[in-house]
């Protein structure tokens, strides 16, 4: 069972959203240069043997990421949102996932 003792805030819906925002945290902490896509992050970023979430469940994720400052938006050509660390809050993360 994965721990989220780290306490994201009662904004997150559910566990299920505070499992995917402790996942993708994690995977930006060991991959700050990532960036991708919203289908891309679902595909590349998350263990698929652990947890497969739903678009919505992982969009409602990254919603919750960029309304922290966490995570930046850039527009990519296509319009797509491309999501990606906000490496000026990378320590605060780091504190808060040890």
């Given at each position: 069972m994965l721990s989220t003792s780290f306490m994201v805030p009662n904004q997150v819906p559910n566990h299920d959203h505070k499992v995917?925002?402790?996942l993708l945290l994690?995977?930006?902490?060991?991959?700050p240069e990532a960036k991708d896509t919203l289908e891309g992050i679902q595909r590349w970023w998350l263990p698929h043997d652990d947890l497969?979430?739903?678009t919505d469940a992982l969009q409602t994720?990254?919603?919750?990421?960029v309304e922290r400052g966490w995570i930046a938006i850039a527009q990519a050509p296509t319009?797509?949102?491309v999501y990606g660390l906000n490496k000026q809050r990378l320590e605060?993360?780091?504190?808060?996932?040890?």
């Open positions: 995917i925002v402790w994690g995977y930006m902490v060991d991959h497969e979430p739903g994720a990254l919603d919750y990421l319009s797509s949102k605060e993360i780091k504190d808060l996932l040890s």
